[in-house]
């Protein structure tokens, strides 16, 4: 068992009883737990400070911690689990949130690769991306935008309804306790499904999360994250930088136009992405729907002749964009 791990039976503020945990990060778990005064289910955050965290830093990530559960209290849509409470323990500080039954994208792909040796289809995948590309309209409407700065499969959960839950918007992550004076250190992203700006530290906007996206979607439709095959942004710009061929492949039989916005999604120069959540939806429904799933397969890696810069055949995610609000950002 971790340390700060808490045991089943906890009763934590007088009134939520420790049921299981559910996950746990660097920095803190998710667990469910017994709301006692009204009976029912509800998920537990546990946020735990750095015990090395200097006092200043410390003192940051508390004020962090509290605007962004008042924030994400206000927030009403209903793909975000809504935030009930908030309180702090000698445990740690600990959100309480709506209980969201069901399994997350990364352990479906994994079951699924287990027990069939192939990822999702294509018209599995895009009615998910839907989905979430509507609820990061609803945020980046937000003024100011807020920016979730951590999509990846493992923070996407289906109900059993088929509803697409985005979860987990990394209050532990709120503040980058990393400095030259301290070797203490946040995790600001994971690389996997981190835009170039992101990794950078170069400052993140609305395209940012469409090309976490675009990275989810890759690995939900070939079985394989965009790091494990050596094409994430990080590598990709190396690459360009040396003077060699791009390496991101898609999957070969990936039909249009969704082949076309996933490469958009996926630019390393975010000026070359979907304008906003709301055009690459646009354009994603637009697409015809196939009377037969294509197979999908995991991309060879065969050269293929890659457009720079990319083609613009969907001119309607190409308007000018507005002057960008200052964002709220939720994971660093």
Sequence with gaps: ??????????????????????????MGAVYEAVDQTFESTVALKQVIIPPAAPPEQAEKFVRAFE??????????????????????????????????????????LQQRLHHTERPFMVDEVLPWVDQVLDVLEYLHRQNPPIIHRDLKPHN??????????????????????????TSVSIAAYTQDYAP???????GTNPRSDL??????????????????EQCDALSRSTAVIYGKADPLRLPPDLPEPTRTILWQALALNPNYRPASAAAMRAALRGLPSPTVAP?????????????????????QLYPPPPPPLPPTILSA
């Design 156 to 181: 996407l959960k289906l109900t059993p309804q088929g509803q697409v839950t985005v979860l987990d918007f990394g209050i532990a992550k709120g503040v980058q306790a990393q400095s030259r004076n």
């Design 211 to 228: 090309f976490s996206l675009g990275a989810t979607m890759y690995q939900l439709l070939t079985g394989s994250s965009l790091k494990k």
């Design 295 to 315: 197979t999908v397969s995991v991309p060879s890696m065969e050269p293929q002749p890659l457009p720079q810069p990319l083609p613009q055949p969907l001119p």
């Design 1 to 26: 068992m971790a340390a700060n791990e808490l045991q089943p039976g906890t009763v934590l503020y007088q009134r939520y009883r420790i049921m299981r945990l559910i996950g746990r990060g660097g």
């Design 196 to 202: 170039l700006e992101q990794i950078e530290g170069t």
């Design 67 to 108: 605007r962004e559960a008042k924030m994400l209290h206000h927030l009403d849509h209903p793909a975000l689990p809504r935030v009930s409470d908030y309180f702090a323990t000698p445990a740690g500080r600990f959100l309480v949130m709506k209980y969201v039954p069901g399994r997350d994208l990364k352990e479906m």
